[in-house]
T-cell receptor, first 113, second 112 residues
Framework: DGGITQSPKYLFRKEGQNVTLSCEQNLNHDAMYWYRQDPGQGLRLIYYSQIVNDFQKGDIAEGYSVSREKKESFPLTVTSAQKNPTAFYLC????????????FGEGSRLTVL | QQQVKQSPQSLIVQKGGISIINCAYENTAFDYFPWYQQFPGKGPALLIAIRPDVSEKKEGRFTISFNKSAKQFSLHIMDSQPGDSATYFCAASPYNFNKFYFGSGTKLNVKP
C-alpha cells in the first residue's frame, strides 16, 4: 500500500542527546514536510523540501536539522539545542503539480526525560 | 504570530446536531483552504478543501463556507455522528502549496 511511514512511533531520550526521526514515503511525491504538534498550538512547520537535495526552514527550525538525499526519505534530527523537544512530530508529503493535499504519517511521539 | 486563527478550541454537540468551526486569516496571498480531520494517535487526513473563487463547497455532510471579504471560512458538519468525534484543523496555503499554515485545532465531541 502507498503511504508514509514514520518511525519510531514512540521515542524516549535523555536531555543532551540528539535523536533522528525517520520518514519514508512510497507515493512518489516530490514535496515533504515536518510538522510539530503541541496541544492547543496546532501544527507548526519545522522544515520542508520541494526536491531532492534542497530544503527550507519553516517557522520553528531552531534546534532541528534535516536531509533530503533521496526522494522517498526525509529524516528529521532533533538536536540537543532544541529547548523543548517533547512533542508529537508529523511528516507529510505532497505530489507537486497535483492537488494541495498533504498526506500525513501516523506520527512519532518524542519524550525527553 | 499565528497566520490562521481557529475557534472554538473544543466543541460538544449532540448526535444529529450541527457542528460549526470557524477560521480567520489575514494573508491575502492564501489561495487554498483545506480542513483536516485527526483521530487520536493518527496523522491528520484531508476532509474537504476550497479555493476562494467559490463561497461554498459541500461534500456529503461536510460543508465549507468561505467569505473572501471577511477573510473567514468555516466548516459545518450536518447531522453530526459520534464517529465524527476528532480534532479538526483548518489550514491555508498560497497558490503554489509550498507552505501550509494550520489553525490551533478544535476538539469535537459528539454525544450519542
Amino acid at each position: 500500500d502507498g503511504g508514509i511511514t514514520q518511525s519510531p512511533k514512540y521515542l524516549f531520550r535523555k536531555e543532551g542527546q540528539n535523536v533522528t526521526l525517520s520518514c519514508e514515503q512510497n507515493l512518489n511525491h516530490d514535496a515533504m514536510y515536518w510538522y510539530r504538534q503541541d496541544p492547543g498550538q496546532g501544527l507548526r512547520l519545522i522544515y520542508y523540501s520541494q526536491i531532492v537535495n534542497d530544503f527550507q526552514k519553516g517557522d520553528i527550525a531552531e534546534g532541528y536539522s534535516v536531509s533530503r538525499e533521496k526522494k522517498e526519505s526525509f529524516p528529521l534530527t532533533v538536536t540537543s539545542a532544541q529547548k523543548n523537544p517533547t512533542a508529537f512530530y508529523l511528516c507529510a508529503s505532497r505530489g507537486l503539480g497535483l492537488t494541495g493535499e498533504l498526506f500525513f504519517g501516523e506520527g512519532s511521539r518524542l519524550t525527553v526525560l | 504570530q499565528q497566520q490562521v486563527k481557529q475557534s472554538p478550541q473544543s466543541l460538544i454537540v449532540q448526535k444529529g446536531g450541527i457542528s460549526i468551526i470557524n477560521c480567520a486569516y489575514e494573508n491575502t496571498a492564501f489561495d487554498y483552504f483545506p480542513w483536516y480531520q485527526q483521530f487520536p494517535g493518527k496523522g491528520p487526513a484531508l476532509l474537504i478543501a476550497i479555493r476562494p473563487d467559490v463561497s461554498e463547497k459541500k461534500e456529503g455532510r461536510f460543508t465549507i463556507s468561505f467569505n473572501k471579504s471577511a477573510k473567514q471560512f468555516s466548516l459545518h458538519i450536518m447531522d453530526s455522528q459520534p464517529g465524527d468525534s476528532a480534532t479538526y484543523f483548518c489550514a491555508a496555503s498560497p497558490y503554489n502549496f509550498n507552505k501550509f499554515y494550520f489553525g490551533s485545532g478544535t476538539k469535537l465531541n459528539v454525544k450519542p
